[in-house]
C-alpha cells in the first residue's frame, strides 16, 4: 500500500515549542511530537534555532509549516504578546526558510489559533461547517480563529477583546488559571464572561474550544454561561502541528 502523504508542522507556543510529523490524509500525528521548551528571551534567532532542532531531530526534509502567536501575513509577524518583542516586524517566513534551508514556498507561517482552527475545521468537524465558527485556544494567550461556512478569516485578535477594562485573555486565558491557582469554578465564570463578550460581537453558531484545557473540557464546559452551543476541539493540542503541516503542503502543492 502507498504511504499516506506526510507533512511537518511546527507549532511556537510562549511556553513550549512543539513538532511532528502528520499524517495529511488523517489529519494526525505520525508517532510521537517532539517538545522543546520556548527558549527564554524568544528572540527570532532562538526560536528559529529550536525549529531547526526539531525538524532535523525526525530527519524531515520537506515542506515545514510553523505557527506563531503572533498577527502573521505575507509570512512577516505584526505583533507580539506572548513572544519576544523583536518579533514585531520580523520576516519569519524568510528567516525559517534560511535557517531550515528551504526554498521559501516550502516555509508556511501563520498564527497559531488559525492553523488550530483549519485542522479542527478540516478534521475535527467534518460535518456542518456552515455559518459563524471561532475556535478559541486557552494557552498562555487566548488566540482566536474565525470561520464563515468553512472560510477562515485570518488573524482574529479576539483574545485582546477589553472585556471589563482588561485585556480578555490576561484574566481568562488558561496561564491565568495555572498563575492565580483558580479552581475550575473560578476559571469558568472568567471564560463565560469572555465568551458572552464575544458572542454580543459576533453571534458565533458554534464555539470550539481548544489549548491544553481543552483536554480536560469535561471540567469547565459543562459551567459555562453562555447561549451559543461549545464543544471541545477534536484535535486536541496536536491542532496546531497539523493545520501548520496541512498549509504548508497546500502551498508546495
Ligand atoms: C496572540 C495571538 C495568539 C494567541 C494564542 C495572543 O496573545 O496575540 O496572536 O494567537 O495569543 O497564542
Known sequence: ?????????????????????????????????????????????????????????????????????????????????????????????????????????????????DAAGMAEIRYGWPGDQSGVVVLLTFGTGIGTALFLDGRLVPNTEFGHLEVDGHDAETRAAASVKDEEELTWEQWAPRVSRYINALEDLIWPDLIIVGGGVSKKADKWVPMLDVRTKVVAAELRNTAGIVGAATAAAEREG
Open 1 to 113: 500500500m502507498a504511504e499516506a502523504a506526510r507533512g511537518f508542522g511546527v507549532d511556537v507556543g510562549g511556553s513550549g515549542i512543539k513538532g511532528g510529523v502528520v499524517d495529511l490524509a488523517a489529519g494526525r500525528l505520525v508517532g510521537d511530537r517532539h517538545r522543546i521548551d520556548t527558549p527564554q528571551p524568544s528572540t527570532p534567532d532562538a526560536v528559529a534555532d529550536v525549529v531547526a532542532e526539531i525538524v532535523a531531530g525526525f530527519g524531515w526534509e520537506g515542506p515545514v509549516g510553523v505557527t506563531l502567536p503572533a498577527v502573521v501575513k505575507r509570512g512577516v509577524a505584526h505583533t507580539a504578546a506572548n513572544i519576544d518583542k523583536s518579533w514585531i516586524g520580523t520576516d519569519a517566513a524568510a528567516l525559517f526558510a534560511k535557517r531550515l534551508d528551504r526554498r521559501p514556498n516550502e516555509v508556511v507561517v501563520l498564527n497559531d489559533a
